[in-house]
């Protein structure tokens, strides 16, 4: 069944992790192309049916590659937000040196419409959360990558299984949990937020 610990599977394709990789989304979309081919044709070689090939690619394949896609935008997000945000702060105390600062209309400076930057990339930021969000996508994706790789490899948890045929059964029903717990897990922090926010109206 699906765990935290590092998969050691033969079918885990070095140099297409990316814990905290910050690549351009080009480089990104080749990786992405070139990991789905790899495991593709390792899902063909497989003795099981079509059908069952099949389904292996649509609830593994495609889940995982669409969680790596969340966690690569997710942090790709969060470093952006922060490398503006200390960006305009480190200018800030230089652009107060400068004498006669050109203003802007309604009477505001340079110094005060970075402020509101900063402002509003930070609400924007804790808004959505972005820090938490990638990390959740990434350690979920890596959990399904590594069982994907153990069930390939029949290792791990799956090395009581002679044929990929015979765990099957196994791979679908831990890959189905998996995505029902995700799916509760969200809807249990959408509750909490809403709870937050109800009880923050009220105490006002």
């Given at each position: 069944?699906?765990?935290?610990?590092?998969?050691?599977?033969?079918?885990?394709?070095?140099?297409?992790?990316?814990?905290?990789?910050?690549?351009?989304?080009?480089?990104?979309?080749?990786?992405?192309?070139?990991?789905?081919?790899?495991?593709?044709?390792?899902?063909?070689?497989?003795?099981?049916?079509?059908?069952?090939?099949?389904?292996?690619?649509?609830?593994?394949?495609?889940?995982?590659?669409?969680?790596?896609?969340?966690?690569?935008?997710?942090?790709?997000?969060?470093?952006?937000?922060?490398?503006?945000?200390?960006?305009?702060?480190?200018?800030?105390?230089?652009?107060?040196?400068?004498?006669?600062?050109?203003?802007?209309?309604?009477?505001?400076s340079i110094i005060s419409l970075l402020s509101i930057i900063i402002a509003l990339i930070t609400?924007?930021?804790?808004?959505?959360?972005?820090?938490?969000?990638?990390?959740?996508?990434?350690?979920?994706?890596?959990?399904?990558?590594?069982?994907?790789?153990?069930?390939?490899?029949?290792?791990?948890?799956?090395?009581?299984?002679?044929?990929?045929?015979?765990?099957?059964?196994?791979?679908?029903?831990?890959?189905?949990?998996?995505?029902?717990?995700?799916?509760?897990?969200?809807?249990?922090?959408?509750?909490?937020?809403?709870?937050?926010?109800?009880?923050?109206?009220?105490?006002?």
């Amino acid at each position: 069944m699906i765990n935290t610990h590092p998969s050691a599977s033969i079918c885990y394709f070095k140099g297409f992790s990316y814990l905290g990789s910050s690549h351009s989304a080009n480089t990104h979309f080749m990786k992405t192309a070139s990991l789905k081919k790899q495991y593709l044709t390792v899902i063909d070689s497989l003795n099981l049916n079509e059908t069952e090939k099949n389904l292996v690619k649509i609830i593994w394949l495609d889940y995982f590659l669409l969680l790596d896609k969340h966690a690569r935008q997710g942090i790709y997000s969060s470093n952006t937000s922060q490398i503006i945000i200390i960006f305009f702060s480190l200018i800030i105390p230089v652009i107060e040196t400068i004498p006669k600062i050109p203003r802007f209309p309604f009477g505001l400076s340079i110094i005060s419409l970075l402020s509101i930057i900063i402002a509003l990339i930070t609400a924007l930021n804790r808004q959505m959360n972005f820090d938490a969000r990638w990390k959740h996508y990434r350690k979920n994706a890596e959990m399904m990558r590594n069982e994907g790789d153990d069930f390939l490899a029949l290792s791990g948890s799956y090395q009581k299984f002679k044929t990929h045929s015979d765990g099957f059964q196994y791979f679908t029903t831990a890959i189905t949990l998996f995505r029902r717990q995700e799916i509760n897990q969200y809807f249990d922090s959408e509750k909490e937020k809403v709870g937050q926010k109800a009880n923050a109206k009220n105490a006002e």
